[in-house]
């Protein structure tokens, strides 16, 4: 009979299946077979577009071609640049874009060439920008340059643009029209997170405050309402993430300050934002009607929708931007519809887990207040259109139709993805002295 081996007496021998468990909660995002399964969702949604009249459109065709490729193509070129394999907001990224895109398609071929080139552009600012803010030293010099530019097309914008749907928010150039308040959300947080990561003096401090001041009060001039209200609560995000800091207080107050006299000033404009809150059904036929109509088609389409290109909704106007969301429940189903939602709130959930174990405070302040903004503009959108708040016209992130807010969208994912930047190279900020930490 074979003797048992030998062992120091007092010690564990460490076993397989604890290490098994060590590996898998350590095990990488599986982001194969979750392009994978995104990649046959967009096939099948894709296909339900290719003929419009009957006929096979092969510029539609090229274009989800294209889409597709680019997916793959990024995923396999960053993994193999950054070693990584964390791609889980990139793929969130692209699943969301697509819905989008083929929404455009079903409408027209031109709008889905426009979307198609908006997130390729979206996906280069997010490329460029997450390499910019990896170094944070590099963050600091371009602070003040965005803080410039940013104040700059504020004033072109109300110099240059026309009135359009009751608001100043269009520039058109050469037949090409962006929004820059989209544009300006971006440079809003960097130089926020950046000013807050250097906040040492009273001077510094006064400069933001002056800054978020005049970006806030631009918007009211513009009476972009629901912009202006989802900077400032930004603005509140910010101020929050620098809490244990007397210099927070003044922030918060200076915030609330600002918001009660914008608010007293343009009264008149606001009252009438509320004029039909929580009575759209008595104004059916006239002010309450893309709200009625929303409520009305969107319950139509029950759990699985009417087909993609067989809603009613989108006969009215604005469906493909402002009521986008009540298109996506008429058209894919009431499912669809709860995953967008549980989509941002993982993007959420991912910026707070992250910016908990980043190191850099810089990182922390811009990736939640970036989750933050696209979550309270989320809130806004769908609350908006169905009553449950008074509807301000804000875009659904990365799904509404229009090439700025497609860019902005992508931009503030750099910042969300910047937290996973340095986790691990040295210690969080529990248990560590450091000012103005989570």
Same mark, same amino acid.
């Given at each position: 009979m074979a003797s048992k081996p030998d062992r120091p007496i007092g010690r564990k021998v460490p076993t397989d299946h604890g290490t098994a468990k060590i590996e898998k909660k350590n095990a990488p995002f599986h982001w194969g077979w979750m392009l994978l399964l995104l990649t046959v969702f967009q096939l099948f949604s894709f296909t339900q577009t290719l003929f419009p009249d009957g006929v096979f459109s092969e510029k539609l065709g090229l274009v989800f071609l294209l889409y597709i490729a680019v997916e793959w193509l990024y995923i396999a070129v960053a993994r193999m640049v950054t070693q990584r394999d964390d791609f889980a907001l990139e793929i969130l990224a692209f699943f969301l874009s697509g819905i989008g895109l083929t929404i455009c398609a079903s409408i027209h071929e031109t709008y889905a060439v426009k979307q198609l080139i908006a997130i390729g552009m979206g996906l280069f600012a997010f490329t460029v920008l997450s390499w910019i803010i990896r170094s944070t030293? #590099?963050? !600091?010099?371009? #602070? !003040?340059?965005? /803080?410039?530019?940013?104040?700059?097309?504020?004033?072109? &914008?109300?110099?240059? /643009?026309?009135?359009?749907?009751?608001?100043? &928010?269009?520039?058109?150039?050469?037949? @090409?029209? %962006?929004?820059?308040?989209?544009?300006?959300?971006v440079a809003f947080i960097f130089v926020g997170a950046a000013t807050l990561e250097k906040l040492q003096a009273t001077r510094s401090l006064t400069?933001?405050?002056? %800054?978020?001041? =005049? *970006?806030?009060?631009?918007? %009211?001039? !513009? #009476?972009?309402?629901?912009?202006?209200?989802?900077f400032f609560f930004t603005f509140i995000i910010i101020a929050f993430m620098r809490s244990g800091d007397f210099r927070t207080l003044i922030l918060i107050c200076a915030a609330a300050l600002m918001g009660a006299v914008l608010v007293i000033s343009f009264k008149p404009y606001v009252a009438n934002r509320f004029a039909t809150y929580r009575h759209v059904w008595e104004f059916m036929n006239d002010k309450g009607f893309q709200q009625t109509r929303v409520l009305i088609y969107s319950a139509s389409g029950g759990l699985l929708g009417?087909?993609?290109?067989?809603?009613?909704?989108?006969?009215?106007? /604005? =469906?493909?931007?402002?009521?986008?969301?009540? !298109?996506? *429940?008429?058209?894919?189903?009431l499912l669809l519809g709860i995953l967008i939602l549980f989509a941002f709130a993982f993007i959420a959930f991912y910026a707070v887990r992250g910016a908990r174990k980043s190191s850099s405070i810089f990182y922390s302040i811009a990736a939640v207040s970036a989750a933050g903004m696209l979550l309270f503009q989320l809130a806004l959108n769908v609350f908006g259109i169905t009553d449950l708040l008074p509807m301000t016209g804000v875009t659904l992130p990365f799904i509404s139709r229009g090439g700025?807010?497609?860019? *902005?969208?992508?931009?503030?994912?750099? %910042? @969300?993805?910047?937290?996973?930047? &340095?986790?691990?190279?040295?210690?969080p900020y529990r248990g560590r002295k450091v000012k103005g930490r989570l």
């Open positions: 030293d #590099r963050a !600091m010099v371009l #602070r !003040m340059p965005l /803080a410039v530019a940013a104040l700059g097309l504020l004033a072109a &914008n109300l110099a240059l /643009a026309k009135v359009t749907n009751g608001a100043l &928010n269009w520039i058109t150039i050469g037949g @090409i029209s %962006f929004q820059p308040s989209e544009l300006v959300k400069k933001y405050i002056l %800054f978020s001041i =005049a *970006c806030v009060g631009a918007l %009211f001039l !513009m #009476r972009d309402f629901g912009t202006a209200l989802i009417l087909g993609i290109g067989n809603g009613k909704l989108r006969t009215v106007f /604005a =469906a493909s931007t402002d009521l986008v969301f009540g !298109m996506v *429940c008429e058209e894919w189903g700025t807010s497609i860019i *902005c969208a992508w931009s503030l994912f750099a %910042f @969300i993805k910047s937290v996973s930047f &340095n986790i691990g190279d040295t210690k």
